[in-house]
C-alpha cells in the first residue's frame, strides 16, 4: 500500500522494474513546474501524489499561461507532472494474486468515462488478440512485483501506435470490475475472498459479454431521491444505498448481458435506451 498510495512512488516503482509507464518527472515549487514542463511541452498532465481519484487532483496544462493557475489548483500538495498520452482507448484488466502467490487476470476490458468519472465499461474490450494479451502480461508482471494479495484493478491507456501503458494501480475490487457479477463464473468480489484466505483462485473467462454502465447523480440536484427501478430481461441493477444524490456521485450501476445473439453494438444500443428510461429525482417529486 505504501507504494500505491502515492502515485508518484507508484509510477517509480513501476519503471524501476521495467513496467511501461508515461513519462513522469517531480516537481517541488512553481519555478520548478515552469522550468520542467519545457521538457514535455503542451498539454501537459500535473497531478497530486496522494489522495487523487476520478480526475481529482489532476489538471491538464494545454498552454504556459495555465502553469500558475495549475499550481494553485493542486494547493498545497505534493506534485508530479506526466506527459500527456494521446491514447486511443482507456482500458483495465482486474488480476488477482493470492497468499500463496499464484495470479489470475480476468480479460481486458474497455472503459469508457465522462468528466473523467467512469461511466461504461465494455467486458470484454474491442481490441486485437495481440493487445489483449499484452495487457495481461502487464498485469500479472505487475503482481509479480508487487507481491500483494487481493484483487487489483489496474487501468492502462492504449496508445495510437498500440504500446499500453499503467495509468494507475487501485488495491482493491474495481469499478471495471463490477461486470464480472453477471458475466464470470467467479465475480471479482468471490475472487478478492479466495486471494486473501489463499484458496484456489477462480475461473476468470467471461461466459457472456457484459456492459457495465454507472448511475451517477446528476447535475443541480443534491438530496434524498426516489428508488431506481429496472425490469427488463437479463439486465442487473445494483443500487449502492446511497441515501443521498449529489452531481456526479456513483449511487448504483447496471449490467447489461448479452444473448448468444447479440452483439456488442446491440448492447450498446440496449445501453442508449435503457439510459435515457433513468432518472434520478428528488424524493417528493
Given at each position: 500500500l505504501q507504494i500505491i498510495q502515492d502515485k508518484f512512488t507508484q509510477k517509480s516503482f513501476?519503471?524501476?522494474?521495467?513496467?511501461?509507464?508515461?513519462?513522469?518527472?517531480?516537481?517541488?515549487?512553481?519555478?520548478?513546474?515552469q522550468n520542467k514542463i519545457k521538457n514535455f511541452g503542451f498539454p501537459a498532465l500535473l497531478k497530486a501524489r496522494r489522495d487523487a481519484y476520478d480526475g481529482r487532483g489532476n489538471y491538464k496544462i494545454n498552454s504556459e499561461s495555465e502553469i500558475s493557475k495549475a499550481f494553485e489548483f493542486i494547493g498545497n500538495r505534493a506534485i508530479f507532472l506526466e506527459k500527456f498520452v494521446d491514447f486511443k482507448m482507456e482500458v483495465s484488466v482486474i488480476v488477482a494474486r493470492n497468499t500463496r502467490g499464484e495470479i489470475s487476470a480476468y480479460p481486458i476490458v474497455e472503459n469508457i468515462h465522462e468528466e473523467n468519472i467512469l461511466r461504461m465499461t465494455i467486458a470484454p474490450a474491442r481490441v486485437s488478440f495481440a493487445i489483449s494479451e499484452k495487457a495481461k502480461q502487464i498485469a500479472t508482471k505487475t503482481m509479480e512485483v508487487l507481491k500483494g494479495a487481493g484483487v487489483f484493478g489496474i487501468e492502462m491507456f492504449v496508445t495510437k501506435n498500440d504500446d499500453i501503458l499503467?495509468?494507475?494501480?487501485?488495491?482493491?475490487?474495481?469499478?471495471?470490475?463490477?461486470?464480472?457479477?453477471?458475466?464470470?463464473?467467479?465475480s471479482q468480489f468471490e475472487q478478492h475472498l479466495r486471494a486473501i484466505l489463499g484458496l484456489e483462485l477462480g475461473d476468470t473467462t467471461i461466459l457472456h459479454p457484459t456492459i457495465m454502465y454507472n448511475i451517477l447523480g446528476p447535475r443541480g440536484f443534491q438530496g434524498k431521491y426516489m428508488p431506481v427501478k429496472i425490469d427488463e430481461e437479463n439486465v442487473f441493477l445494483k443500487m449502492y444505498g446511497k441515501e443521498e444524490s449529489k452531481p456526479k456521485r456513483k449511487l448504483g450501476h447496471f449490467n447489461v448481458v448479452s444473448t448468444e445473439s447479440q452483439s456488442i453494438p446491440q448492447l450498446l444500443e440496449r445501453i442508449n435506451n435503457l439510459k435515457n428510461q433513468i432518472r434520478i429525482v428528488p424524493e417528493n417529486f
Open positions: 513501476l519503471s524501476e522494474n521495467n513496467i511501461p509507464v508515461a513519462e513522469f518527472i517531480e516537481i517541488e515549487s512553481l519555478s520548478d513546474l499503467i495509468n494507475e494501480i487501485a488495491p482493491r475490487v474495481h469499478n471495471s470490475g463490477h461486470h464480472t457479477l453477471e458475466s464470470s463464473k467467479t
